[in-house]
């Protein structure tokens, strides 16, 4: 089993910036990729950005050029750094990982339990 854990959210005012982590830990063989996704009230959850283990990143175009994902492979940690902070960008954060646990061939999806962040105007 994989845990996902996250911290680093809370209130901050426009133009303010934020920095998420997630830690994960268990019984990870290797990690394919670690992301960020959030869900704002009424919405559906959408992609904020996401890192690959190669190094590749994908940011929704809401964020980009703002927000900036990293990761620290030997502590199977990722990072959210959130600039410029919108009111539009409060939402619960979500990690995501897609881990290869020991003894399985397949990556499967894990979830941290969210962090809220709150953009006030």
């Known amino acids: 089993q994989v845990q996902l854990v996250e911290s680093g959210g809370g209130l901050v005012q426009a133009g303010g910036s934020l920095r998420l982590s997630c830690a994960a830990s268990?019984?990870?063989?290797?990690?394919?990729?670690m992301g960020w996704y959030r869900q704002a009230p009424g919405k559906q959850r959408e992609l904020v950005a996401r890192i690959f283990s190669s190094g590749t990143t994908n940011y929704a175009d809401s964020v980009r050029g703002r927000f900036a994902v990293s990761r620290d492979n030997a502590k199977n940690t990722v990072f959210l750094q959130m600039n410029n902070l919108k009111p539009e960008d409060t939402a619960v954060y979500y990690c995501?990982?897609?881990?290869?646990?020991?003894?399985?061939?397949?990556?499967?999806?894990?979830w941290g339990q969210g962090t809220q962040v709150t953009v006030s105007s």
């Open positions: 995501h990982s897609a881990v290869i646990s020991t003894g399985s061939w397949h990556p499967a999806d894990y």
């Open positions: 268990g019984s990870i063989y290797s990690i394919h990729l």
